[in-house]
């Protein structure tokens, strides 16, 4: 197998200190939102003036016959911050243009900064972690879904050793 060559002459090592200083920390929730609201305020000024190469992400956001719309999300959750706003669904109208567009995001971004969000967003990112934990576990007890998750590893390997030319492409391992 392919991994057997990658893992021939490595070792594990229980020892949690070693790579402590290298391994980065996982942003706050809060940090999140921040960078996915400045990435949405990137996406408005690539509409606004689309110059270069196009900015790829998901636009929370639609400007329709002078009316701009968004939703305000965390992650792929769309989150409710209005007390008016009848659901999480419902889209909030910011005002005119693209301008109106980014000025709201900008004031979001303090918003989260002072942190008026968190408990909304604590909130969301835990129901997160809880459905991925609830769908590993369902996975886990599938059958079917086990035996999709093999073909397809299988089915990469045998890709990696047709590109590859088979072990020799761990040649790097042997001591």
């Known amino acids: 197998m392919l991994i057997q ?6 070792t594990a090592v229980d020892d949690n200190n070693i790579l ?10 809060r940090e999140n939102f921040i960078n996915a609201v400045k990435s949405q305020i990137s996406l408005v000024e690539y509409d606004m003036k689309p110059e270069g190469e196009p900015i790829k992400g ?27 706003q009848t659901d999480d669904k419902a889209a909030l109208r910011v005002g005119t243009t693209y301008a109106s567009l980014i000025k709201f995001y900008e004031n979001l ?17 835990a129901e997160m972690i ?6 590993r576990e ?3 007890a599938d059958p079917e879904y086990q035996a999709k998750r093999e073909a397809t590893k ?19 391992n042997k001591d």
């Open 154 to 172: 299988a089915k990469r390997e045998t890709k990696l050793l047709e590109n590859h030319g088979g072990s020799e492409l761990f040649e790097h």
């Open 109 to 125: 971004i303090k918003v989260a900064e002072a942190g008026e969000l968190d408990d909304v967003l604590d909130n969301v990112a």
């Open 58 to 84: 998901k636009k929370w956001y639609k400007v329709v016959d002078k009316n701009a719309y968004t939703f305000v999300r965390y992650s792929v959750k769309k989150i409710k911050i209005l007390p008016t």
């Open 20 to 29: 402590k200083g290298v391994v980065v920390n996982n942003p706050s929730p």
């Open 138 to 140: 369902r996975n886990a």
């Open 5 to 10: 060559s990658l893992l021939k002459g490595v």
């Open 130 to 135: 809880a459905e991925r934990k609830a769908s």
